[in-house]
């Protein structure tokens, strides 16, 4: 398949583009090489006035790169505007930070003197998702460039605008042509990048399915790989909960970007004693929501990303549906133009239920009641994904217990504000390895070279 641009509050093909030929893939990989010889020479000066100058441009021009995040894959305008000046952001972190972060640190053996140093391992490639166009890779460039690699991106295939317009940023910001390249590649293609020798690294958020396939492949070619995989986080309202203050969070959770974030809200698990209350006004808050154009600021609930990922999404529900699970709102298309979904809330999810383990990658909440709050722990931890969750209890003290006690990479007391420039962000099992942002981010495809100096005489 091409890269196409369709939107999905229409329907209509706005832009296609071919796959890389053979001999631009070979061009573009040769020139990632070649510029990383120089770039790695490069002071972090250098490099951080090249990120500075592409988070100021960013900043300036949030508008036209949130039309295209609009038009490539739906998303609200306000949010994709905040997605843009929070990407800009992240270069911006890096440029200030990446310096410090891959300074050396001493170390203190018995003899002589040790020091750690970081420096780049190469041409990293990036593998990345259509649901944050830009905050993806922002995430891969800002501290990947910092550390002196080059990144080669294979951006998914409904949002080549958004993948174009990245490139071009770095570009116009200064960075040499081979730091940042777009490949509009296959996945045959990927495999082939993957196998080349001169990429040093694989860096890959997606789905559980492209995890397998991307970390196979580079570990048969023993090559170092991060995974940022797919959700299925649990929201777990606590008998103490404010439901004044939950409620607002748990539809932004579950509605933001149109249902379809990774770490979003996806199991709501409340105890006995709140869940009727919680319910009850959870469904008057999600009703309340209003479908419409993405462009149009007065739209709270917007499409889904393409039509496959509709009918894929319709596909689970009905599923669910099957396998005993109750409607208690939703459930269908939305009876308009676009790839919309109406919000929906399944009940009575039985462990045998494939609704119980899936990801539900939209508008659709999955409804829990349990006995208490080690019940409500359980549950959250019989998933096989480990990416994110929540806790809701005016008892912080109460929520950071149970916190602790859920097996996942991030979680929230009273809050799901995900994402900050530095807070690692990543999971385990199923959700993947890694963590991208913070310090953590750019220590993944860094070698971290031991030198130890000082004479002393050889153990007799
Ligand atoms: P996807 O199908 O895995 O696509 C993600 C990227 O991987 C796209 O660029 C896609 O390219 C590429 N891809 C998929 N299979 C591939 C293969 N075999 N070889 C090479 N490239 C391959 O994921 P999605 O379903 O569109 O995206 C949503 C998923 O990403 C969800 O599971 C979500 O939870 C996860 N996600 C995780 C994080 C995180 O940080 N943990 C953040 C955001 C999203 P094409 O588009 O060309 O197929």
Redesign the pocket.
Known sequence: MTYQSINPNTGKLLKSYEHLTAAQLEKSLATAEATFQTWKRTSYAHRAEIINKAAALMHAQADDFAKLAALDMGKRIAEARGEVNFSADILAYYGKNGAAFLANTKLHPKHGEAHMESSPFGVIFC??????PYY?LARVAGPHLMAGNTVVV?????VPQCAIAFEKLLLDAGAPVGAYTNLLIS?QQ??QVIDDPRIKGVA???????GR??AARAGQNLKKTSM????SDAFIVLDDADLDKAIPWAVWGRMYNAGQT?CAAKRFIAVEAIADKFLARFKTALEALVPGDPMDPKTTHGPLSTEDALLQLLKQVDAAVKGGAKLLMGGKRIDRPGSFMQTTILTDIAPNNPAFRD?F?GPVVSFYRVKDEAAAIALANDSDFG?GGSVWTQDEARGKRVASAVDTGMMFVNNIDWSDAELP???IKN??YGR?LGNMGIQEFVNKKLVRTGHFPAPV
């Open positions: 593998v990345e998702p259509w649901n944050f993806q294979k951006h998914a295939g409904c996945h990927s495999d890959l958020t997606g789905s559980v399915a492209a396939s991307i940022e995989l797919g959700g990774c990801e990658f990416l962000f990543g999971g959700s993947g991208e």
